[in-house]
């Protein structure tokens, strides 16, 4: 059938895009779940204004800043603040107390984004009294979205959820405590990232980042097939201390990994793991 | 996928999409299919607020078949119907697994049937049966007009008899060519399109 050959050749097209990508600019898409990553390079052509995806070959070889975009759409850095309120709610009454028996914690929330999950995790320490004994690494692969989560502005019309989902997940103040509104954005307040140190950091080329007492990733594995996903646990396992706490988005788990039994289930919902010595 | 004894070689997988008011129409439809019902079901329905948190269980109870939410990754099986987590859209892989993503809404939705429906096209060709039923908005007419276009076969339920006509209407602007049915009569149909008799 005709439909199915021109599929097929689809695939192909999206392979040597992704090679192409690899070869010119570094970053590897090879291992990423691909029904998601199709659509986002059909939009892309369309967007373009190209009838095949071959033709984005040249087109993003020779053409960077067509690539930044390219990226900044395949990376889709959707997020939002206290993200899942019970997981936050579980971190600051179950989490939180173990990290204060360690005299100081480092953290390290990969897949940051734009940074709302930094300034919300920022927010609880703060409120638990633990920020001044955390180091926080906040890393992502992009850099404009980097900017934007060490910037911490964010538009005034996200707040009301923020706010709903802030006093959801045990908030011990009111959300407009840490920000100040001027006309349609926030400004998060720097004392909230006075820890926090942003770096760009590539899950899929690059090595451990630091040693650390607890690793949130959430909702980024979701977009890895099972072989990068088991690659990126395995950097994950090598980077925590003994103790240490590693974080998922609640629908992504340790069940299918290679890892699973170096870990001890502590928040089935939620995702929260604690190695195993 | 391999093919599974005692379904009609032609098709592989059932999609179904709704919005307001899809809850009772899947349920209508999920509960009529007979326990032998050999092709996997895949649900979309838009976020409610009068959405029960255990709208699955519930659905589980009723339905012949087992219903389950949906993982990531998880590989179909025959027989067994899973169902989009609120929040999180739901696309096929070509492997014919499941997989979950948070991109951006889609027709102000998260899931979006139109991305179900699209990739699940990809996945099964003309192997696919897409449903629409009732709801209040336009989610599901593309992807339902791009699984006819791979040569699956597409059921809208009547918007006469609808919740919510606008839905339907507009999957069925889409997609002229689509059996047009009652609820009832959509589960009769896809047990008559996918059980072959005496198999
Ligand atoms: C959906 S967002 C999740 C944001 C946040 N953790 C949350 O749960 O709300 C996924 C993030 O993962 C990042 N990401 C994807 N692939 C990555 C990689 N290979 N290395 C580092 N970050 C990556 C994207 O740039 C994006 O910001």
Redesign the interface.
Known sequence: ?P??DS?EIE?LEIDLLLEAILRRYGYDFRDY????L??KVRQIAAEVGVSHVSELVPRLLHDAELFSNVVGNFA?P?TEMFRDPPFFKFVRETVVPYLHTWPFVRIWMAGCATGEEVYSLAILLKEEGIYERCTLFATDFVDPVLRHAKEGIYPLRNMQTNSINYQRAGGRGTLSDYYHADYDSVIMDAGLRENVTFANHNLVTDGVFSEVHLILCR?VL??FN?TLQNRVLDLFHASLLHGGFLAL?S??SLQ?SDIRDRFQVLEPTWKVYRIIE | MNQQKGSSPRFAAVVIGGSAGGINAVTTIVSALPSCFPLPVVVVLHQSPDQPPCWVDYLDHLARLPVTEA???MPLVAGTVYCA?PG??L????DGAL??????KVNFSRPSLD?LF??AA??F??ALIGVVLTGANNDGAAGLAEIA???GLTMVQSPCTAQWPTMPAAALQAVPEALVADLEDIALKLVELCIVKGA
């Open positions: 059938m439909e199915r599929l695939e779940a691909r029904a998601s199709r659509r889709t959707v909702n979701i977009y099972n988005g629908k992504e299918q | 993982e990531d990754k987590p999180y859209h696309l096929l892989e070509t997989a979950l993503s948070v991109d951006e991305l699209s990739s990809d996945a060709g003309a276009a791979a040569g």
